[in-house]
């Protein structure tokens, strides 16, 4: 057994405390270990004997604490990779996911490195547009939530990355495109059901970035009824939606006269991101 405080004797106090809650205990402590000693993650394993001084272990049981009450790690170190690119999260923004990054990968199949107008609505930490904007420096993307923390978050990391093709606007799903029209807009749009039990495990984050209403839907189906007006001709719209949502998405897209209506699957083998093309 290594002594209680020491970078060991820490991690191995921390990988108990988490077991019951995380089903990655090890590397959760090693991360909040990391965090609360300022130091990468690579410094731990050669400083396993090294003694830690009093306020980096109040600080590490406090994060230790909060992790084991469920609180998410992005939020508890206040950053977060997407697209190999670090973000910085706050409880104001959803954390961004991995499979967000088909999406991703969906606009960039679609277009090539050209000159494009481009618009990510309901950007959070700015995940999208700014994955789009860094792999494809000639196109013009427009970022735009609701919320002004969220788009606080997003013109952040846009700074912290350099990022200088990407604008941002406040305002409601399509209203900040008012006049203009794009040859691709993405979202990642709110799609929990209001009761869906899984709400409780996201409990931690924003509301109004998981839920659009009681059927889960409401943000979609609006995104593809309003969206047309804002498709140059050819233009393409990518939308992540839940699991099970595939087929009503799928429907309202042929429903509104939207061509070329194609469904992609996550690694996980799940419907989650569908594009379509205005004719
Ligand atoms: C699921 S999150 C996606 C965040 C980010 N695009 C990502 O993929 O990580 C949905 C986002 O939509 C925003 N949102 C919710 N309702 C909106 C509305 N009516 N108009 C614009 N944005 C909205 C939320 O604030 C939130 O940032």
Same mark, same amino acid.
């Given at each position: 057994?290594?002594?209680?405080?020491?970078?060991?004797?820490?991690?191995?106090?921390?990988?108990?405390?988490?077991?019951? #809650?995380?089903?990655?205990?090890?590397?959760?402590? &090693?991360?909040?270990?990391?965090?609360?000693?300022?130091? $990468?993650?690579?410094?731990?394993?050669?400083?396993?004997?090294?003694?830690?001084?009093?306020?980096?272990?109040?600080?590490?049981?406090?994060?230790?604490?909060?992790?084991?009450?469920?609180?998410?790690?992005?939020?508890?170190?206040? &950053?977060?990779?997407?697209?190999?690119?670090?973000?910085?999260?706050?409880?104001?923004?959803?954390?961004?996911? $991995?499979?967000? &990054?088909?999406?991703?990968?969906?606009?960039?199949?679609?277009?090539?490195?050209?000159?494009?107008?481009?618009?990510?609505?309901?950007?959070?930490?700015?995940?999208?547009?700014?994955?789009?904007?860094?792999?494809?420096?000639?196109?013009?993307?427009?970022?735009?939530?609701?919320?002004?923390?969220?788009?606080?978050?997003?013109?952040?990391?846009?700074?912290?990355?350099?990022?200088?093709?990407?604008?941002?606007?406040?305002?409601?799903?399509?209203?900040?495109?008012?006049?203009?029209?794009?040859?691709?807009?993405? #979202?990642?749009?709110?799609?929990?059901?209001?009761?869906?039990?899984?709400?409780?495990?996201?409990?931690?984050?924003?509301?109004?970035?998981?839920?659009?209403?009681? #059927?889960?839907?409401?943000?979609?189906?609006?995104?593809?009824?309003?969206?047309?007006?804002?498709?140059?001709?050819?233009?393409?719209?990518?939308?992540?939606?839940?699991?099970?949502?595939?087929?009503?998405?799928?429907?309202?897209?042929?429903?509104?006269?939207?061509?070329?209506?194609?469904?992609?699957?996550?690694?996980?083998?799940?419907?989650?991101?569908? &594009?379509?093309?205005? $004719?």
């Amino acid at each position: 057994m290594a002594a209680p405080d020491t970078v060991r004797g820490l991690l191995e106090r921390g990988w108990a405390q988490l077991v019951g #809650s995380s089903e990655s205990s090890r590397l959760d402590a &090693e991360i909040l270990l990391a965090h609360a000693l300022r130091r $990468p993650r690579s410094y731990l394993p050669a400083h396993d004997n090294v003694p830690v001084e009093e306020a980096t272990i109040a600080r590490y049981q406090s994060l230790l604490a909060r992790a084991a009450q469920g609180e998410p790690l992005a939020y508890l170190t206040g &950053e977060r990779e997407f697209w190999s690119l670090p973000l910085t999260v706050t409880p104001d923004v959803l954390i961004p996911r $991995p499979e967000t &990054e088909l999406a991703v990968e969906r606009c960039l199949a679609l277009r090539d490195a050209a000159p494009a107008a481009v618009a990510d609505l309901g950007t959070g930490s700015g995940a999208i547009a700014l994955a789009l904007a860094v792999e494809r420096p000639l196109w013009h993307v427009m970022a735009t939530d609701c919320d002004a923390s969220a788009l606080q978050v997003a013109r952040g990391n846009a700074e912290r990355l350099g990022a200088r093709n990407v604008y941002f606007s406040q305002g409601d799903w399509l209203g900040p495109l008012q006049g203009r029209q794009f040859d691709l807009i993405v #979202s990642n749009p709110p799609y929990v059901a209001a009761h869906d039990p899984a709400l409780h495990a996201l409990r931690y984050e924003p509301a109004a970035a998981l839920t659009p209403g009681v #059927s889960g839907l409401e943000a979609l189906r609006r995104i593809v009824l309003q969206a047309p007006a804002h498709l140059l001709p050819g233009g393409w719209l990518v939308l992540e939606h839940g699991a099970g949502q595939a087929a009503e998405v799928a429907g309202s897209l042929v429903d509104a006269g939207y061509a070329r209506v194609r469904c992609y699957a996550d690694l996980a083998g799940r419907d989650r991101v569908t &594009e379509a093309q205005w $004719p």
